[in-house]
């Protein structure tokens, strides 16, 4: 029977959600769930966690009790299952009397298949009888972590819950869900409700669509002003540690005209309610925020988050950055380290009250953020390598894979910089350091005599703030430190003295600025009338189509219902609702329809690919004769990962013939160069090469 049912699910999905296939771990917790055993989800965000029990609710007989303990999500959540044309509803605290008394008897009467309530509600009876007048099909839990006093948001209401569970005569099936779940957190859930390994789908925590990078030495607010401009139009979040800092950041963004908003716990609730919907409606493009934002938000279509400062555990990171890309296409996010952040954040586990214990834990994990911010290896495997993940290959995404700043011998600068230090006895920090190299003519410089020093004014023509930043920079890479005293001054580091010597070089990548991106104008288009759509629904326009579908109608350019209903993300409901309109929008752009389609259908309505057999596609593109450069358009990834792919199938299979695209001439003259050089780094035989010659090409000649 379930098989039948199963068929049914990925009906639902192919046309009321209007996707292709499911996704890694989708189709085995439905099936579970379908077959009325109890299951634990771990997915990452963005992974499709609220498929797994919308389409069993769509199926089963009866009412779907999601619990959540997120109230300010509920809304949202169920305005997005209704676009679907599903029957979802919720009850709680936001809502009136006469509100609740109607929708419970919407419940009563068995017109509700979705119904979210936070687990308080559980302990009303009213609440319980309207429920138990229908079948119960299934209780999904969702962050479902809160269950565990081991998880990072531990809530005694849920324990309750789940004592009422086991409490009820015919308990229905469980489905627990969770993004953030370390091994002791799942054993916790699972013992819990017993359930045993087979029935855990722990699918990882990778995100194949974010970009993870560590910016260093740089000046931060004009780095993210530089950036927030490069991305106009497209919405990010830029994270602070403090509210001072939040508010600096604001105000600098504002003055260049950026539109943003401001969050931070300091403001009042109306201020932050109206900045939180400028946010997730599109009407402003950047949020300024502390930690404070974002737990309840569910924006799908933010594209790059900035945290201005380190934050102070691995977790905390991957989950504030996380909150980029949840619909699937590819997004950013930038942690800006300086080891003042470290500072910060030694400072808020000293003010903390917590044990001895706690604090020492704290600091363990602060210097596991700190050792991510100076890896030099993929910044994707760290963090999964962190979470307890083994089996993990580089991401070829990341800053760290791709270095694509150049790097610059600044050796002689660091030179300068650290025997400044050394004239001035160790005995002054960054803002001192930086004005007597300068050359400023500071009264406390004239007090001190600093400026009769060999090293005074040497870097005159830098401004003091430049110089800071690079101070940053040594700071951050070890050559220099900062003494733990109430006033911190700079010392030399061994790794310092060693440049003094000239036996170490430093080089800086310096970050290129990121480029403006090449303006999609199909893609503009369809976003200005979804913003349209979605104002006369009162509904924040990712709920309308994700960018992601966007995106695939502006590759392909349906021009007709049957092509319109081809693109993932389209269902009925929403063909229904939308079509025509975009329709329209896309017919103006008829001429730039490429004729020769064989190249558009494969993708279309394409599943998503688990990492480990993504290089599986493109080989498959590719032997339909797609250079790298139209697969990685086609796949949103990048050419270099296009390239890792067809090696690895190359070494798999090995009849690619990947030499064979590259020139003889060229192959020739690459060959030289890595007989010279060798061929560990690519980078070196770059170099020499001509422009020319492309790192695609220098790896399809050597094979690596
Ligand atoms: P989570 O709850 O795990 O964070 P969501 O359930 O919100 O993730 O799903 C993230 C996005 O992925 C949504 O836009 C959703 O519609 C989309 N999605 C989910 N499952 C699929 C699928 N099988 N194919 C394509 N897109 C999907």
Redo the contacts with the bound molecule.
Sequence with gaps: MASVMLKRAEEV?NEQ?G?????DG?KQVIDQVLRGMDTLAV?????????CYQIPAVLLEGITLVISPLISLMKDQVDAVNELGVAATFINSSLTRAEENERLQQVASGEVKLLYVAPERLREPRFVQAVFSQPLSLIAIDEAHCMSQWGHDFRPSYLTMADWIHSLEQKPPVLALT?TATPEVAADISERFQIEKPQQMITGFARNNLAFRVVKGVRKKEYVARYVQARSGLPGIVYASTRKETEAVFHHLKEKGISVELYHGGLSEEERRDSQEAFIYDRCDVMVATNAFGMGI?K?NVRYVIHANMPGTVEAYYQEAGRAG???EMSECVLLFSAQDVRTQRFFIEQSEGTEQRQSHDYEKLQQINAYCHTDRCLEEFVLHYFGEQQTEECGRCGNCLREGERVDRTKDAQMVLSCIVRMREHFGKTMVAQVLTGSKNQKIQQFQLDKLPTYGLMKERSAKDVQAFIDFLLAELYTGLTNTSYPTLELLPRGAAVLKGEEKVLQYVEAVPEQEEQDDIFEALRARRKDLAGEQGLPPYMVF?D?TLREMSRIIPLNKEEFAMI??VGAKKQETYGEALLDVLRSFADRKSMDLSVEQPLQKQ??TAKRGSHLETISFFKEGMSVEKIAHARQLSEQTIVKHLLKGEEEEGDLELKELVDEDKRQQIEEVAKEVGTEFLRPIKEKLPDTISYAEISFTLGR
């Design positions: 999905l959600y996707y292709a296939s499911f996704r989708q997915m990452p965000t963005g992974g499709g966690k609220s498929l993004a569910n799908a949840r619909d699937g994700s992601k993932s993300g599943s998503h």
